[in-house]
């Protein structure tokens, strides 16, 4: 009996551990690509400085405000990840990774491998 509980708890700190290192993959690649979309956004407005101001009429204005709008949304979608990405981090700091939020019964590890950042279940998803 004991070495199952021990068993357990060393496959607990297994998945707690693959959890992590595959949490702080994803937030290294949503920081690199926060920091590219910067560098993006940069290079747009440069680009911008020596067109006409008034969209409508600049032949550039239109695909310049395009582009600018597309990186404002994969910068807010960016965003958005890290903060997921930070809340799942800080459930495995508090013991509550793999814990769903609603229910309070474990998630599934076929559902946090494909959804590291997962607070809920797959029925309270």
């Known amino acids: 009996m004991i070495d199952e509980v021990r068993h357990d708890d060393d496959h607990a700190v ?3 551990g693959a959890g992590r290192a595959r949490l702080l993959a994803l937030r290294d690649g949503v920081v690199s690509r ?5 560098v993006s956004r940069d290079d747009v407005v440069r680009a911008a ?14 695909t310049i405000a395009f582009e600018r709008e597309q990186l404002r949304a994969l ?3 960016a ?3 890290l903060v997921e990405i930070d809340d799942a981090l800080a459930r495995l ?3 509550s990774y793999g814990t769903c939020d609603v ?3 474990p998630i599934g590890e076929a559902r946090l491998e494909a959804r590291p950042t997962a607070s809920r279940c797959i029925r309270h998803a």
């Open 75 to 77: 910068t807010t979608q």
């Open 103 to 105: 229910c309070g019964e």
């Open 49 to 62: 400085q020596g067109s006409n101001l008034d969209d409508e009429h600049d032949p550039e204005g239109a």
């Open 93 to 95: 700091e508090d013991g």
């Open 14 to 16: 297994d998945a707690v």
């Open 79 to 81: 965003a958005a990840r």
């Open 34 to 38: 926060l920091h590219a979309l910067g």
